[in-house]
Every structure is written in structure tokens, then in C-alpha cells.
């Protein structure tokens, strides 16, 4: 490329610097140097017409050939930008954004950068703009993806090199995560399927709010203020789509059973409720008739399933194989030791019984990873799960497709168990064998609303007045299956003693054999530790 043909580009159209980006990384895809492309084109070095609308993309986000978290950024343009109005290269832009994600796949590489709160955690100022649109949304998770949306819009319709939104990016993403900015934040609108529509409430609220204040130390109002500022008239509002039918026939999931599939927290829970966090999630519906005949897939309908596959499996790969003690979905040792405390302390309060039974559904809670619906409904008279003389009955959840002797094999091979029966702690035993109702809802109250109540109440004292604002519902379930990897580092072990339904049986379980004693020990070793003071 020679210099009389950039002075000639520059006098031809006055974009001499976005003009000699393109013929840049044209040369560098027919010379084959890939050192100076981007993480997200060079997985297109293939298919040279898209490398050039992916150049594009990353030049607007400031997107490098270090950059770590490709698949994080792919999965939060496609979103977006669908819901964005038309603009001249969003076609182009989602078939590169798309080619790149198969191409992920296609090379089992369509994984994302995790991170508490960040995937750009270490790497936030060299990625400003990236790092604020992956920031991790803790509450009003609707009004941030508007903000989101916004900065996106004011992205696309400016020039590439437009000087400031570094700075808007990095303002917007400390402010988000400040504590004083959460009553401007819930002020905002959410953002729904109408960008356009959106657009015009934000701005009649922003304007509002900046009037009555200009001087306001909210970083968000000033921000966003100016990013409106510049993108004058309200965008066009795109088409409304229907969202896809994710509900898929049993013939094609044969053995996911029917509950939900964890996939996403989409906040970390309210330390002063007694709700667990919110979960994107997908539902299986089982609501259809054997007789039904099984649809044909089509690629997208294959894909997903693919995904959904992937998903399960993974769920150990994340959140057991990489475990630490200190990790935040962990109770500390300090709660660990109010929770024992309050148990042991409740159940051996004879005197009062209200105290002793709400101490014991805790303990049940903690002990057996059961939800809080599942340990309510569970009736104590069939013996199927809990009896009264302190066995805790669990189904040996077999991996999908497992090898299965024929009866020629089955003569030359030890029986293989189909249930676990563990042995609950003494002092639990005690409490149970008093038990003269159904249901465990019934010991705390007269209908399951009224026992749901009651273990809000019962967490709440477990905070002591917001000295233990962690301990959550979903934490002191989670605790078994965490303490077994911790104690144990045995995917297998945790599977038994404390999988769900609605997660894969990790790769380990195909391989590895362990006998019925075995694992009913570990379970008796992981409680007594878990229970100890």
C-alpha cells in the first residue's frame, strides 16, 4: 500500500483515518500476518469479508489481540444489538459476531471469562469500554442493561475515534458499583423490548433529574446526560420480535429430568431477605403426552441442545473443580460457626419448643442440601426420604448413558445399590423421633405460607442484626455440596452426596466405582465436620 494512495483516500473522502484502518487490515489478511489482528478477528481469518466488519467492531471497542474475554463479549453484542435500532452495518456485524461464535465452538472453545464481578478483572484500564459493558450487575440489572444499550447506541452512531468515552465508560462503571448510586439507579427505566421507546423515557428522566441538580455528585446523571447529549434525536424503534419457544419435547432430552437448569445468577441475593439469588434459567416442560412424536431439529434447535448439554456438564467444571475455601459462595469459618452454634444451642433448648423446631429445620437445611420446598413437602410417615429414626435416604443419580450389563453380564458382576441410606447426627435423631406431625411444615406452622414465614424469621436471627449478612437460604443449602469438594476433591463424592436433579453427573462417574459404605461414611465425616464448633 503505498503513501499516494492514503493522500488519495484522504482527498477522495475525508475519512483518511477509517479508510486506511480498512486497507491496514486488508493487508494483513492477504500477507497472512495475524500477530496485528484482533482476539475476534482472527477467528475469522478465513472468511476475509468479515474480518473486516470485526476489525470495525473491535476498533470502536478498543479490542486487541491480547484481549481475554472473547466469548463474554460476542454473547453481550448479540444480545444487544438485535435490540438496538437499524443501523447501516448491523447485519454485517451480527453475521461476524455469529461466524465467530461457531468458530468458537466448532473448536470446543465457547467458554466464558469468569470473574466474581468482572471477566476483565486485572485488564480494566487497558479495556475501559469492554470492562464497563461486562461489569456484572449485582441489582436493577433491567435499568443497567439499558445504560448498557445506551453507551452501546452512542458507540455505533459516533465516529470511531470520538475522544471521551473512555472516560464516560470508566464513570458509568464505578458508579454503577457504588452503594449511593442505587436510589438514582431504581429512579431510571428499565429497559424493555422497545430500545427507542426507552430512549425517550431515559431522557425525560435524566433531563428531569439533571435539572433539578446540574452540580449533582451522581456520576450516573452527569454520564449519562452527556452520552444522550450526543446522540441528538431519539433512535427508530426496531421491530418487536416474539421470543423463541425454548420449551423442547422430551423424545429430544431423553433423561434430563423436568426441574430447572441453573445457568446464570442474575443478582447476588438481599443480605436483609431470605430469598436466594435470582437465576436465569431454562424450563423443561414435561407437560406433554407420551404419545407425541418426536420433532425433527433444526440447526438452531440442535445447537441449543448441544449448549444445554454443555451447560450441565459444566456446572462442576465451574463451581467445584476451581473451589477454595475463601470463596465468596462459601459461609467463612465465623459462619460457620454461628450457624453450629444456633443449631446446637436450639435443639438443646427442651423448654421452648418453637426455638428447638426451627433449629432443626435449619440443621435439616444444611445437612442435606434439600430446598426449602423440597424439605417442607418431604411426609414422614412413608419413610421415603427422612424417617424418624435418623436415616436420610438419597437415589444414587447415575450419569446419562451409563454403561448397563445385559443379564449374561449382570451374572459376573456385584449388585449395584440403587439408594444411599445416611445416617442423620444424634442430636437430630433426638428432635425427629419427637415429631408427631406429617410434614415438616407443620412443626412450624399451621399452613406452608405460614413455615415459609417463620424460616424468614429463623434467618434473620441467624444474621444477629446484620452481624452475618451473608447467611442466605441459598448458601446454607449450597453448604454440603461445597464442604464434600473441599474435604474430599472427589467430583464423584459430591455427586452422590449432595447432586441435583437438574445437574450433570460429571465425567468421573463413568469411570470411577465407589461402594455404598464408602460414600456414607464420607457423608458422616463431611457432617460431623460441618457441624462441629
Known amino acids: 500500500m503505498s503513501l499516494a494512495g492514503h493522500v488519495f483516500l484522504r482527498d477522495i473522502s475525508g475519512h483518511a483515518g477509517e479508510l486506511y484502518c480498512i486497507l491496514k487490515t486488508r493487508d494483513l489478511i492477504v500477507t497472512g500476518d495475524e500477530s496485528q489482528l484482533g482476539a475476534l478477528s482472527r477467528l475469522l481469518r478465513d472468511k476475509h469479508d468479515l474480518v473486516l466488519d470485526m476489525s470495525e467492531i473491535e476498533r470502536r471497542l478498543k479490542i486487541d489481540g491480547a484481549f481475554p474475554a472473547t466469548v463474554n463479549i460476542i454473547e453481550f453484542l448479540l444480545t444487544h444489538l438485535e435490540s438496538l435500532s437499524e443501523f447501516t452495518n448491523k447485519p454485517n456485524w451480527l453475521t461476524a459476531l455469529n461466524a465467530a461464535k461457531i468458530s468458537l465452538k466448532q ?14 478483572q486485572g485488564n480494566i484500564q487497558q479495556y475501559p469500554i469492554t470492562a464497563f459493558l461486562l461489569q456484572e450487575p449485582s441489582r436493577y440489572k433491567k435499568q443497567i442493561n439499558g445504560i448498557h444499550s445506551l453507551f452501546l447506541f452512542t458507540l455505533i452512531n459516533q465516529p470511531p475515534d470520538t475522544v471521551g468515552l473512555d472516560h464516560y465508560a470508566n464513570e458509568l462503571r464505578v458508579a454503577i458499583g457504588r ?68 420449551r423442547v419435547k422430551f423424545p429430544l432430552l431423553s433423561g434430563f429430568g423436568s426441574n430447572q437448569i441453573e445457568m446464570l445468577a442474575i443478582d447476588m441475593g438481599n443480605p436483609e431477605s431470605a430469598e436466594p439469588p435470582s437465576l436465569i434459567s431454562i424450563l423443561i416442560d414435561d407437560d406433554i403426552d407420551s404419545n407425541d412424536d418426536g420433532v ?24 467445584h473443580s476451581r473451589l477454595v475455601a475463601h470463596d465468596s459462595s462459601c459461609l467463612t469459618h465465623l459462619e460457620k460457626n454461628r450457624v453450629t452454634d444456633f443449631i446446637s444451642q436450639g435443639l438443646k433448648n427442651a423448654s421452648n419448643k418453637k426455638v428447638r423446631n426451627r433449629a432443626g429445620i435449619v440443621c435439616m437445611l444444611y445437612i442435606t442440601g434439600l430446598t426449602l420446598d423440597e ?68 412443626v412450624l406452622s399451621d399452613t406452608k ?21 451473608r447467611i442466605i437460604l441459598s448458601r446454607l443449602t449450597a453448604a454440603l455440596a461445597l464442604e464434600t469438594t473441599l474435604k474430599f476433591r472427589d467430583p464423584v463424592i459430591t455427586h452422590y452426596l449432595a447432586g441435583r436433579d437438574n445437574q450433570a453427573a460429571p465425567m468421573l462417574t463413568y469411570y470411577v466405582a465407589h461402594t455404598v459404605s464408602e460414600v456414607e461414611q464420607a457423608y458422616q465425616n463431611v457432617v460431623q465436620g460441618m457441624l462441629s464448633l
Open 107 to 120: 473448536q470446543r472453545k465457547w467458554h466464558r471469562t469468569s470473574s466474581q464481578s468482572n471477566p476483565l
Open 179 to 246: 452503594f449511593s448510586e442505587n436510589e438514582v439507579l431504581k429512579e431510571l427505566p428499565e429497559l424493555g423490548d422497545d430500545f427507542g421507546a426507552y430512549f425517550g423515557e431515559l431522557k425525560a428522566k435524566v433531563q428531569q433529574q439533571y435539572d433539578a441538580n446540574s452540580s449533582s455528585e451522581h456520576r450516573i446523571i452527569s454520564s449519562l446526560y452527556k452520552l444522550i447529549e450526543k446522540n441528538g434525536s431519539a433512535p427508530r424503534s426496531a421491530p418487536v420480535q416474539q421470543l423463541p419457544d425454548l
Open 296 to 319: 425433527s431439529l433444526s440447526g438452531a434447535d440442535s445447537e441449543f441442545k448441544t449448549d444445554l448439554k454443555a451447560m450441565k456438564s459444566d456446572y462442576w467444571i465451574r463451581r
Open 375 to 442: 424439605l417442607l413437602n418431604i411426609n414422614l410417615n412413608n419413610d421415603q426420604v427422612i424417617t424418624k429414626d435418623g436415616q436420610y435416604k438419597r437415589l444414587i443419580q447415575r450419569p446419562e448413558n451409563a454403561f448397563k450389563p445385559n443379564p449374561q453380564q449382570t451374572k459376573c458382576l456385584t449388585s449395584v445399590s440403587t439408594q444411599f441410606n445416611f445416617e442423620l447426627p444424634e442430636i437430630l435423631t433426638e428432635w425427629l423421633q419427637e415429631i408427631s406431625k406429617n410434614n415438616f411444615w407443620e
Open 449 to 469: 405460607e405460614g413455615a415459609k414465614k417463620a424460616i424468614d424469621a429463623t434467618l434473620v436471627d441467624l444474621r444477629k442484626d446484620g452481624q452475618y449478612r
